[in-house]
């Protein structure tokens, strides 16, 4: 049933409420159980427990360049194209006459296939290892977009979604998971982790200007073929160097 283009929002607005009244209610049981949630550990588990030196933000960089260099640009081209997916999707759907619940539906079957492998997936990359999840993911991710760009009516995009949901959920965390496999011992942990934040997150930043520019000066087909380019190229980087 269809309601309001502003129902979507408030809907978003009570559910982050909702989870921060969860966040905020089990800092506050841990902190009952005397643990201090704010405070950095070493490899100990203990408050202050460092293993070395601390070091500058450029030595961490200059020290780590390899990482960065192989799961930075995976998890650049990741992020690009988990983020793009909503941008993506409403400009095929528009461009091929979809109306707002042709859609709607469409982002609503990708996300519930996405949300239904977080745990799987996690499972998986633990059991079977994080490359052997990771390559088939990104490789469903970057057909997803390739069939999502070629899309004619509801059936076509709805399938093309939930295919595009698929490699989103397969690839769930995978970057932050892969950043603190390879992060340093405190107390250089955090300043490595906020360099590899800055490569995903400048996928996240990138992905929907550049599909927006895309599909304004080329048709939004152009920034479905994008995202499947930057797919592909994860992939390659994946399966090659790591």
């Not at 995978?174 to 997150?201: E, H, R, V, Y």
Request: aromatic share 8%; net charge positive.
């Amino acid at each position: 049933m269809y309601v309001s283009p502003e129902a979507a929002f408030y809907s978003r607005a009570a559910t982050s409420v909702a989870a921060g009244i969860l966040v905020l209610y089990g800092c506050i049981v841990v902190r009952r159980r005397g643990e201090d949630v704010w405070s950095p550990r070493g490899k100990g588990g203990k408050k202050g427990e460092y293993d070395g030196p601390p070091l500058s933000l450029c030595r961490v960089y200059r020290e780590n360049w390899r990482a960065y260099a192989t799961i930075g640009v995976v998890a650049h081209c990741l992020m690009a194209i988990r983020t793009a997916r909503k941008a993506v999707v409403p400009l095929i759907g528009r461009s091929v006459g979809l109306g707002v619940d042709g859609i709607g539906l469409a982002m609503a079957a990708g996300a519930t296939t996405d949300a239904a492998l977080f745990a799987p997936t996690g499972v998986a990359f633990d059991k079977l290892g994080r490359k052997r999840v990771a390559v088939p993911a990104l490789a469903i991710f970057t057909l997803g977009y390739v069939f999502t760009s070629l899309s004619q009516g509801t059936v076509a995009l709805v399938a093309a979604s939930l295919l595009v949901g698929v490699g989103n959920g397969m690839t769930a965390g995978f970057g932050q998971i892969m950043a603190a496999d390879t992060a340093p011992d405190p107390p250089n942990t955090a300043k490595f982790l906020s360099i590899q934040s800055m490569c995903s997150d400048s996928g996240s930043l990138q992905a929907p200007i550049v599909v927006g520019a895309l599909s304004d000066m080329f048709g939004a087909t152009a920034g479905g073929f994008y995202c499947a380019g930057l797919g592909l190229w994860g992939l390659v980087w994946l399966a090659v160097l790591l």
